[in-house]
Structures are given as structure tokens and as C-alpha cells.
């Protein structure tokens, strides 16, 4: 993602010998992070491809379809997709930054990265807001809550995400890398690609870089992570309210810290880095230093990301298990309890919230 757009960013010939400097006084570090990102890369698409795969397969042909299940495979799902074309990344890596795939697979694969971002981010603030519901109005949440409804509200993430990643499908492009004209550069062409002296074309390349990269951190973080981390502040705040309920829910606590903590810390980074190229790449006169922070922290929050994929089945099934019994069943009961629900009863309203806490905790 970030780190293939550092090439589109970058491939000014006015920063070329720049780079060449750069890469010749940092060398070492940047085969480094190199190797790391290969290694990082390569783990993520292992366990994100089994991990992601192993939920879809229990919560799409092994369980009995509930609410919970829909949005657990709608999750497993995005993230499968992604891990399942880092492969193509990893290869992009140890081919020294060429593309050998062609430039539909360019586009495709930018997409899909993009796609998750998205569809995994919302997903997990629909799943936010359904359990604000559920705590706040539980006997609401009892008679509307269903399958049908989760799913349509699931179409309807996707469709959001494929509007949102479609720009990258359109941008994305392939061509030969200014340092040797023999590698072949996937990258976002927000212009025409040779051309860096037209003030328009300038201009026009500024504007949709700028687009494309305030609405990404906008829509796909600021504004979700708000939304996750004002639905969790209510949750907590009922649950203190209720002595006996929290005490019945201590793991809930545990989880909901790591859901909002692993969500920053994954994805903060990334959002950082990718404003401060926006800014030194649109300045007039971009900083060096700022190049160097861009070319360093990206491989490294790039990798952080790509992380959520593989976390994502740990967080959201095995975290609601003791260790020891999570070891003593199978992968089967263990989702089956991560997932289940159980019936509430629309007469008592404080139990129907304890039930419902107890039953969605993971």
C-alpha cells in the first residue's frame, strides 16, 4: 500500500538524485527494513490466509447463521481477500520494487488493499454500534436484530468500501523506474506520468494526491475509530454503572482495550506517515528530512497494517477463551462459544442487557 505509493511520490525526477545519495548513505537501514517488511509480509499472508480462512469456513458452513456470525465472516472475509494477494507483494519486495505482473494486476492488488481497509474498518464499527444497541436498548435490539438485516447492512459496507477504493483502481498504474529502465514501477499516476513541468498538469497531480489521501485518513480513521471508541466509552460507562454486570463481564474490558489499543496502534502509524508525504510532497520546497522520516517509517507502518489482517481472528474469537481451555477444544467449539447468542427475555431489561453483554463479549 503505502510503501508501493512511495514510488508514484518519489519518482520526481527532481528528487532522483536525492534518492540516489539517500540510498547510498542509508543503505544498510533500508535493506534492513527491506528484509523485515519480506519477512513481515510473508507471516501475515501464512496466517492471515489460515486464520481468516479457518473462521470462514466455521462461521459460513459450520455454524447456524446469526448476527454475530454475519459480521464475523464479513470481517474474515475482507481480511482473506487481502492476505490472500500478498503474495504478489512479497514478490514486488524481493524483485527490488519490479512488477511483473502486468498493469491490471497493478490496479487490482492496489485495490484490494485499499478494499480492505475499508470494508474491515466499517465492518468493525458496525459491530461497534450493534453492540451499543444491544447494551443500551436490549429489548429494541431482541426484536429487530436478525440475520437478513445484518447481511443487507453488510452489502451495503462493501459497497461503501468498493466506492471508497475505487479511485486507486483508476490511478494505479505501471512504468519503468527512473533509477533503471529495465524495473518496472507499480504506482499511483495521479497525472500524466512524464510530465512535471506543466503548472496544470502539477497542479491536477497536487489536487487528486491530496484527495485521495484526505479521504482516506478521514473516512477510513478518523471518523471510524471515533465512532468505535464512542460506542465502547458508553459500553463501559454501563457497565460500571452496573456492579454485578461488570463483574460478570471483566473479560469484556480486556478486549475492548485491545480492539481500540491494536486498532490505533496498527494503523496510526500508517495514517501518519502517509500526511507527512502529502505535505512534503505538495510543498514547494519538500524536506529532506521529512523524505528521509517517509522512506524509513513507511516499510515500518506499512507492516504494522498489514498486521491487523492476521490479529483480527486472535482478537475477535480466541481472545473470549481462557488460554487453557482454547488449547483443549477444538477450533470448531471455540468459535462456536466466541459466537454464540443466547435468547433474551424482553421482561427484564437489566437481565437482558447482562445476558446480552455475557453472550457478544468477544
Not at 238 to 243: H, T
Not at 253 to 280: D, G, Q, S
Not at 322 to 329: I, L, P, S
Request: charged letters at 15%; hydrophobic letters at 50%; glycine letters at 4%.
Amino acid at each position: 500500500m503505502a510503501m508501493m505509493e512511495m514510488n508514484a511520490t518519489t519518482s520526481n525526477k527532481n528528487n532522483a538524485t536525492n534518492d540516489s545519495q539517500f540510498i547510498d548513505e542509508y543503505s544498510g537501514v533500508r535493506q534492513s527494513l527491506h528484509i523485515m517488511s519480506l519477512i513481515i509480509y510473508s507471516l501475515a499472508f501464512v496466517f492471515g490466509v489460515l486464520g481468516n480462512g479457518v473462521v470462514i469456513w466455521v462461521t459460513g458452513f459450520k455454524m447456524k447463521k446469526t448476527v454475530n456470525t454475519v459480521w464475523f465472516l464479513n470481517l474474515a472475509i475482507a481480511d482473506f481477500l487481502f492476505t490472500a494477494f500478498l503474495p504478489l507483494s512479497v514478490t514486488y519486495l524481493a524483485s527490488n520494487f519490479h512488477w511483473p505482473f502486468g498493469n491490471f494486476m497493478c490496479k487490482l492488488n492496489s485495490t484490494i488493499s485499499f478494499l480492505n481497509i475499508f470494508a474491515s474498518v466499517y465492518i468493525l464499527v458496525v459491530i461497534s454500534v450493534d453492540r451499543y444497541v444491544s447494551v443500551v436498548w436490549p429489548v429494541w435490539a431482541q426484536n429487530h436484530r436478525n440475520v437478513r438485516k445484518a447481511s443487507f447492512v453488510s452489502l451495503g459496507v462493501w459497497v461503501l468500501a468498493l466506492i471508497l477504493s475505487a479511485p486507486y483502481f483508476f490511478f494505479r498504474d505501471t512504468g519503468p523506474s527512473f533509477v533503471d529502465g529495465d524495473i518496472i514501477n507499480c504506482f499511483n499516476s495521479f497525472a500524466l506520468p512524464d510530465d512535471f513541468e506543466t503548472p496544470s498538469v502539477i497542479e491536477l497531480r497536487q489536487f487528486r494526491h491530496q484527495a485521495t489521501t484526505i479521504t482516506r485518513v478521514i473516512l477510513g480513521f478518523v471518523v471510524p475509530y471515533t465512532v468505535i471508541v464512542s460506542c465502547y466509552a458508553v459500553i463501559i460507562h454501563r457497565l460500571r454503572r452496573n456492579r454485578t454486570l461488570a463483574s460478570q463481564s471483566s473479560r469484556t474490558f480486556k478486549i475492548i482495550a485491545a480492539v481500540i489499543t491494536t486498532f490505533f496502534l496498527c494503523w496510526a502509524p500508517y495514517h501518519i506517515m502517509i500526511i507527512i508525504e502529502l505535505v512534503n510532497f505538495t510543498a514547494t520546497h519538500p524536506s529532506e528530512t521529512l523524505f528521509h522520516v517517509t522512506t524509513i517509517g513507511v516499510p515500518i507502518a506499512t507492516s504494522l497494517a498489514f498486521l491487523n489482517s492476521c490479529l483480527n481472528p486472535l482478537l475477535y474469537v480466541f481472545m473470549g477463551q481462557d488460554f487453557k481451555e482454547k488449547v483443549r477444544k477444538s477450533i470448531l467449539n471455540v468459535l462456536e462459544t466466541a459466537f454464540q447468542e443466547e435468547e433474551t427475555k424482553s421482561t427484564d431489561t437489566s437481565q437482558s442487557r447482562e445476558k446480552w453483554m455475557h453472550n457478544t463479549e468477544v
